[in-house]
T-cell receptor, first 116, second 109 residues
Framework: GAVVSQHPSWVICKSGTSVKIECRSLDFQATTMFWYRQFPKQSLMLMATSNEGSKATYEQGVEKDKFLINHASLTLSTLTVTSAHPEDSSFYIC????????????FGPGTRLTVL | EDQVTQSPEALRLQEGESSSLNCSYTVSGLRGLFWYRQDPGKGPEFLFTLYSAGEEKEKERLKATLTKKESFLHITAPKPEDSATYLCAVQANTDKLIFGTGTRLQVFP
């Protein structure tokens, strides 16, 4: 149990275009999902926290108008990178937290975004 | 300020050479300490959660322990397939995880 998927696993786009990344919890309902960004040889940096049916909470320095997050159901959250630029190229990883007493977050396999 | 520090940054072991990875933390109100394994180009894989000082958990060649200031991930008789980056994270009074920078482990045959 506790499988999280992401789609696509990698994407290459032109500068100025928008890219949507999906995160799904496959075998549990996720009350909260999280979006992280990871640069090479660095640790995970939290971008935003997403609760089903409410607005996402963004970390300081993360532009909410650039990184649009939608958590429409208990199994799906999406991250849309709008007007992407080369500096947005990174490894984007989502995680999902089950409800209840356990606090474990289960991570997706990540999406490699390259903006040309 | 909540903080997590992992050491060493990198560790090279011979197959069968046991060792420990350290995760030191300062946090107000620890709700949980988490260990993850991350392979290159992949998302972190959950290993353990520890909730209180004195708690220990084991999984195959890995054993995680927790004190009030730090956690250790002990690797007994490692194999090359244990090579990965091991991440430690803490959860304080919010839903957020605060990650350390990780320890890159390489096990040579």
């Amino acid at each position: 149990g506790a499988v999280v998927s992401q789609h696509p696993s990698w994407v290459i786009c032109k500068s100025g275009t928008s890219v949507k990344i999906e995160c799904r919890s496959l075998d549990f309902q996720a009350t909260t999902m999280f979006w992280y960004r990871q640069f090479p040889k660095q640790s995970l940096m939290l971008m935003a926290t997403s609760n089903e049916g409410s607005k996402a909470t963004y970390e300081q320095g993360v532009e909410k108008d650039k990184f649009l997050i939608n958590h429409a159901s208990l199994t799906l959250s999406t991250l849309t990178v709008t007007s992407a630029h080369p500096e947005d190229s990174s490894f984007y990883i989502c995680s999902a937290r089950r409800g209840g007493l356990n606090n474990e977050q289960f991570f997706g396999p990540g999406t490699r975004l390259t903006v040309l | 300020e909540d903080q997590v520090t992992q050491s060493p940054e990198a560790l090279r072991l011979q197959e069968g050479e046991s060792s420990s990875l350290n995760c030191s933390y300062t946090v107000s109100g620890l709700r949980g300490l988490f260990w993850y394994r991350q392979d290159p180009g992949k998302g972190p894989e959950f290993l353990f959660t520890l909730y209180s000082a004195g708690e220990e958990k084991e999984k195959e060649r890995l054993k995680a322990t927790l004190t009030k200031k730090e956690s250790f991930l002990h690797i007994t008789a490692p194999k090359p397939e244990d090579s990965a980056t091991y991440l430690c994270a803490v959860q304080a009074n919010t839903d957020k995880l605060i990650f350390g920078t990780g320890t890159r482990l390489q096990v040579f045959p």
